[in-house]
Each structure stands twice: as C-alpha cells, then as structure tokens.
C-alpha cells in the first residue's frame, strides 16, 4: 500500500511538578471538610447536601490513573482556591501555551533531523487555546523560525490525529511539503478540582510530530501514514461553555459549566461500542486485517475503556506490549495521550510492522491512523 505521507519525528514533553492521587483526595477532602462544617445548620436542617470525599481507591480503579503532571502545582493542592496560580504575561513575551508546545516541537524537529526553516506548515491543535487570536501556532512558528502558515485547530481529545489527517492532505495536494504538528494540551485551568466525579481526570502535556511527504523519505525508523478515517457526530456529554461570550452575560460567568463537565457514564456506554467498529470499518476499507495489527496505541482517556475496546475487537485481552497504556503516570492528556503512548513505545517494533493510533473525545470526534514502520 502507497504511504501517504510519513512521520519522521515525534516527541512528549511533561512539565516536572506531579500531584499523585493521594495528595490529590487530602486536598481535595480538607476542602470537603472545610465547606461541610461551616454549612452544618443548613445539612442538619435538610436544606443542603453534605459534600462526599474523594479517595485513591475509586479513582485508580475507575480511570487507571494514579497521578498526573501540571505546568503549576501550585493552588491546585490550596483547598482555599482549588486552581493553578498561572500568572499572564505581556504581549510581548512568548505565552504560556506557545513556551509550553515549543517543548515538544523541539524535541520532534530534532528526532526528525529537521531544521526549523525546513518545516512550511504548523498545526498547533489541541482542547483549549489560551487565546483566539493571534493564533498560538503563529506565535510558534516565529518561536521556531519555520517558513510558510501556521494555523490552530480543535477537536477535543481527537485534535492529534484531526491535525494528522489534514497535514497529510497538504502535503499530498502539494500546498505543503513539510509540516510540525503540536498538541499543547494544558488541561489543569480547565479542570473543576472541586468537583468529584472529575477533579483526578487530567494532566498536562505536549506532543508533536513532523510529517513530510512520502518520496523524500527513506529514514529507517519513519512511519508510513497509510491511512487515516475520521467521524465526528455531536453530543453534550462531554462539555465546556466556556468562549467569547461569556462576559456578555456577567451573571452566568463563573458558573461550573465554563470548566470541564461530562456524564461518564453515558460517554462510557457510548465510545464502547462506537471505537471498535470505527477501526474494523476502516481497516476494511484500506484491506488489512485486525490481526495484522501489532500495536494499538490508543487514546488514554480510562483503563477500563481501552479494555473494553481491545476485548470487543479482539475477543480477548492485550498481550503485553500491544496495547501500552501511560494513563497511569500521566492522568488523562488528551489529544496528546494516544501520541505519549506512541512517542514512548514504537521503537522496538520491526521495519513493516503496522500500528493502529486512535483518539476518540468530545464532540463526539474519533481519529484513527494507520501507520507502517519503514
Ligand atoms: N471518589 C470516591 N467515590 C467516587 C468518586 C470519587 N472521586 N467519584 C464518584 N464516586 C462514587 C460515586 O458516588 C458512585 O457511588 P454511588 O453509586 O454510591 O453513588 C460510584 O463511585 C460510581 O460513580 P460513577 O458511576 O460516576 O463512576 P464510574 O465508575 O462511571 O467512573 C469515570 C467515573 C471514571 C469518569 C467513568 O465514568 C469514565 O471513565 N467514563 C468515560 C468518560 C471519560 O473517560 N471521560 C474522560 C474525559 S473525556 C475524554 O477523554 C473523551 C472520552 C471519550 C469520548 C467519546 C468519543 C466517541
């Protein structure tokens, strides 16, 4: 099968601080206790419900996770402010969100052997943008000093595979000849830390990946793109209403639902069924059998999700190695996720191999690659 076009390069950057899960739960219990005792007359009196803690347990048997990074420990562990303390800069410095996908970027171009100047397209994608405009991926390209556009996209959890697909299509239609896309998925601002069902879900990090087109390329350790597939089809379950006009609405600003909100439940009952059929129809249709497939590098959004998926395809649990997980060590990243998984286990596999890197998110989005080792 003819290579689209191919990944020379990857990388993954984690900011140092970590908040393991019991650090999490003390935090978030000492906030727990502090509300609960100075509103004792209203739960005696029937009037308000009493906060439930949180605990490691649940948390690492319902999600797999057992602590993540963040770019600002800081305020997040305070039970009296519940949120990264994230000072804004000037104008005229680089941003936070730029700083923080340069890490990755660089490690790509030099995992690439790729000079800056050499790339003609960046796609900075990822969840949240700190800003609508100038776009974060101009910022970085004048960081970087590549040549050509840059632009930003967002697709939920599916933003990395999303920006695969269309960096892959410009450099098959020719407007672009070599492109870095970068995911610089600073999850923690965009986190309710009082809430729950959801304050141990995310952490921070960044990939990227630089892609060119499939003549130029006989490195040894590249990456065949042989196909991509994606689906979107809405749905709120998975939700922030946090944008451009919430200050039009003074009253409503600092509600809940300007952060991260979701019904896990129902997002579980839904992507169960949805992602194996996702990826058997699209490995039907480019004519390679599952059984071909030796690695599943898939998005790490719960540990019993990815199970769930693998089995259903499969009908029987992952051999160690084929389906690695980094949810553990570095909570749910996002679009950045399923790249981690990819970034940090595709050496070992043989020139030929193929592998199957699925994100599926909020939107509902899904993006699957097939990818082949040269
Ligand atoms: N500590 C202790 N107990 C708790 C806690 C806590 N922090 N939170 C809940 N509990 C309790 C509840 O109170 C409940 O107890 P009871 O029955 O007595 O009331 C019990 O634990 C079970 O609660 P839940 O049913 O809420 O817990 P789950 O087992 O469902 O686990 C999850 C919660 C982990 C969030 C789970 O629902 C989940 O993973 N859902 C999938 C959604 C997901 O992964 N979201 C992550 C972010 S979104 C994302 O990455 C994209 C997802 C895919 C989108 C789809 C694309 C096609």
Redesign the pocket.
């Known amino acids: 099968m003819q290579a689209k076009a191919v990944i020379i390069g990857s990388g993954h950057y984690v900011p140092e601080p970590t908040i393991t899960n019991d650090e999490l739960c003390d935090a978030f219990n000492a906030y727990v206790t502090q509300i609960n005792t100075s509103n004792k007359a209203a739960i005696d009196a029937g009037t308000m419900i009493a906060l439930?803690?949180?605990?490691p347990e649940?948390?690492t048997k319902?999600?797999g996770i057992q602590e993540r990074h963040v770019i600002a420990k800081e305020g997040i562990l305070d039970p009296q402010r519940m949120q990264p303390l994230i000072p804004m800069r000037q104008d005229d410095e680089i941003s936070v969100q730029c700083e923080f996908a340069l890490q990755s970027a660089q490690k790509a171009l030099t995992a690439a052997n790729c000079d800056a100047k050499d790339i003609d397209l960046v796609i900075v994608s990822a969840s949240n943008l700190q800003r609508l405009y100038p776009g974060i991926a101009v910022e970085l390209q004048k960081a970087l000093g590549t040549r050509g556009f840059a632009y930003d996209m967002t697709v939920?959890?599916s933003s990395s595979t999303f920006a695969i697909q269309v960096a892959t299509d410009a450099i098959v239609s020719g407007s672009a000849t070599r492109a870095l896309i970068v995911n610089p998925e600073i999850m923690s601002p965009q986190i309710n830390w009082r809430d729950?069902?959801?304050?141990?879900?995310?952490g921070d990090a960044s990939t990227a990946l630089v892609l060119e087109t499939a003549q130029r390329t006989n490195k040894p350790k590249s990456w065949n793109i042989l196909g991509t597939k994606l689906y979107s089809k809405f749905s709120s379950t998975?939700r922030n209403n946090s944008g451009y006009m919430n200050r039009c609405d003074p009253q409503d600003i600092s509600e809940d639902d300007k952060l991260?909100y979701?019904q896990?439940?129902k997002?579980?009952k839904?992507?169960c069924p949805?992602?194996p059929v996702f990826i058997q129809e699209h490995l039907e249709e480019l004519k390679v059998p599952l059984s071909d497939i030796k690695r599943f590098w898939l998005?790490q959004?719960?540990s019993?999700?990815n199970l769930h998926i693998f089995k259903r395809m499969k009908g029987r649990e992952p051999n160690p190695g084929e389906m690695p997980m980094i949810l553990n060590e570095y909570g749910?990243t996002?679009s950045a996720g399923s790249l981690i998984s990819f970034d940090k286990y595709h050496d070992d596999l043989p020139s030929g191999a193929l592998g199957i890197l699925c994100s599926?998110?909020?939107?509902?989005?899904?993006g699957n690659v097939l990818l082949q080792r040269q």
């Open positions: 439930r803690e949180s605990s649940f948390i319902a999600s939920g959890c729950r069902d959801s304050h141990f879900i995310f998975v991260f979701q896990g439940r997002v579980f839904d992507i949805l992602i998005h959004a719960n019993n999700i749910n996002s599926f998110g909020a939107g509902y989005s899904a």
